[in-house]
């Protein structure tokens, strides 16, 4: 009679090892799908905590515009925008004072929103040119986050702008400071676009990049076709045609005091 094969131990920390992710998350510098990690499925409340998403965990807002309830996540980022913007323009307005407490954040606030509805087809399209299975609730979505996490740091920057409008006159050093807020704040915001179309299967991102692009130049010249912003004018709008880069050139002769 042959003795029994004694069974092999077993492995403690064999037991103890984490669930395997799934294939397309198991590639080389990839990171978890949507929704595979717990904060990922945390809901959205309100307004503050779609901010504090938006900071800490810009997963769960991705994750969430797909789920039930995405559209009013996108009206609820829409809105913050919009209060984040006119909020800012409040600060911007003060730089000049008068007519230009009212105008200057409602210019602001309106300039974002037609920046952004100017720039929506193009983004459909290159989007789906790179192999992007963003829908067009998907793409409204995210760049409702793009604004949204952008105006939220402006509103950051409000006070460090706050300080230089009340100690300078200088119009020429206050646009430089308030492009300067804009173009880093604008530069997180797309970095949020960016990573929700990589959770959308893009395969060509050099749409996106020229995209952005667009997008910077769009909102730029917007500043310009609804001039001014910064300073006063004799008339709410401009009555004339200029190129955004010809408008800073004419006013950086400004003196500095």
Known sequence: MNPTSPEPPTNPAAQLQPPRLPES??????EPDLGFLEDDRVPVGGPF???DALLRNPRRIMFQLNQEGGRQLIAMLLGVALVCALGYGLIVG???GGGQLFFAPVKIAAGLVFSALICLPSLYIFAALGGSRAGLRDVVGLIAGL???TTVLLVGFAPVAWIFSESTES???MGALH???WLVSAGFGLRFLRAGFRHTSLKAPQGLSIWTVIFLAVALQMTTALRPILGTADSALPTEKRFFLAHWAENLGDPVR
């Open 25 to 30: 998350s198991l590639e080389a510098g990839a």
């Open 49 to 51: 905590s779609g901010v």
């Open 94 to 96: 003060m730089f000049s």
């Open 147 to 149: 604004l949204a996490l």
């Open 171 to 173: 119009l020429a050093m």
């Open 179 to 181: 492009l300067a807020f």
